[in-house]
């Protein structure tokens, strides 16, 4: 059983920087490829990023490029996801999730890739 833990959310100003972060507790936890999602009220889950075991495999849904950064301590058991330049449109709850082995799947950007899911936190950008 695989248990997340997401936090660092909050209430940041258009433009700002926010770092999430997703703590893995449970079997082999450093051993799972990992994704974010983030969902919108009244809106469908969209894919944010993704990140295999060891790191070396990053992707990035395309609102995000060059603007979210994806990276993970497997000593800490921890993924963490750096946003900069946020906007009013980023708002959303941020989900992590992990999948069932350590790579990625062809089809990362779905979350019927993942098996494991947090409860989510919530990021909101004024204006």
């Known amino acids: 059983q695989v248990h997340l833990v997401e936090s660092g959310g909050g209430l940041v100003q258009a433009g700002g920087s926010l770092r999430l972060s997703c703590a893995i507790s449970?079997?082999?936890?450093?051993?799972?490829?990992m994704g974010w999602f983030r969902q919108a009220p009244g809106k469908e889950r969209e894919f944010v990023s993704a990140?295999?075991?060891?790191?070396?495999?990053?992707y990035y849904g395309n609102s995000m490029k060059g603007r979210f950064t994806i990276s993970r301590d497997n000593a800490k058991s921890t993924v963490y996801l750096q946003m900069n330049s946020l906007k009013p449109e980023d708002t959303a709850n941020y989900y992590c999730a992990a999948g069932a082995n350590p790579y990625l799947s062809g089809n990362y950007y779905s979350s019927q890739a993942y098996a494991y899911w947090g409860q989510g936190t919530q990021v909101t950008v004024s204006s």
């Open positions: 990140i295999n075991w060891s790191g070396a495999s990053k």
């Open positions: 449970g079997s082999y936890s450093s051993s799972y490829a």
